[in-house]
T-cell receptor, first 112, second 116 residues
């Protein structure tokens, strides 16, 4: 089946550093969504992208929908301890209804 | 965004038994989905819950094991049947809501299931 490759799997950074993670696919997507999941909680939507080339920000978070429609990245600037969690990308394949395919997740640890 | 409530939030069950998970949304939604998240893993779609008709299951998931009901546009249930320890996972309800530019997807807090 379709797969989303998300990297890196984990990151251990110092507070204040910038973070970048990305997802790639062999399929064309018409939607990219980025989520954060904390322990014991469901994923929380951070950013939604709907057009190739779209660049969207949400506070210190910035995400882009790749031009090829097969990739997306998420950047976090000036990380803080509460950024800790697992970040997932999710994509919606063109012509396959509303279901999402998820990346493997990037576990972010921030050292104060 | 939609507010999604799942019950129970967690449970410990004996193997061979069944558990029904409820998902209640605070507004009518067209799309509802059920996902499984195995320990330390990503989310995998189990099925799309269709209002008034049988759910649409993904490869590897069958109705006998994961029967789903969706009697209206705000409520759905997922049953995990004849449980084994391999069914220990987080089960998540998700809804799709249309915005002006696309469809966003929101999740409940999940049901953490442990089978012993």
């Amino acid at each position: 089946g379709q797969q989303l490759n998300q990297s890196p799997q984990s990151m251990f950074i110092q507070e204040g550093e910038d973070v970048s993670m990305n997802c790639t696919s062999s399929s064309i997507f018409n939607t990219w969504l980025w989520y954060k999941q904390e322990p014991g909680e469901g994923p929380v939507l951070l950013i939604a992208l709907y057009k190739a080339g779209e660049l969207t920000s949400n506070g210190r978070l910035t995400a882009q929908f790749g031009i090829t429609r097969k990739d997306s990245f998420l950047n976090i600037s000036a990380s803080i301890p509460s950024d800790v969690g697992i970040y997932f990308c999710a994509g919606r394949i063109y012509n396959q209804g509303g279901k999402l395919i998820f990346g493997q997740g990037t576990e972010l640890s921030v050292k104060p | 965004s939609a507010v999604i409530s799942q019950k129970p939030s967690r449970d410990i069950c004996q193997r061979g038994t069944s558990l029904t998970i409820q998902c209640q949304v605070d507004s009518q939604v067209t799309m509802m989905f059920w996902y499984r998240q195995q320990p330390g893993q990503s989310l995998t779609l189990i099925a799309t819950a269709n209002q008034g008709s049988e759910a649409t299951y993904e490869s590897g998931f069958v109705i006998d094991k994961f029967p789903i009901s969706r009697p209206n546009l705000t409520f759905s249930t997922l049953t995990v049947s004849n449980m084994s320890p391999e069914d220990s996972s987080i089960y998540l309800c998700s809804v799709g809501t249309r915005t002006g530019v696309g469809t966003e997807a929101f999740f409940g807090q999940g049901t953490r299931l442990t089978v012993v």
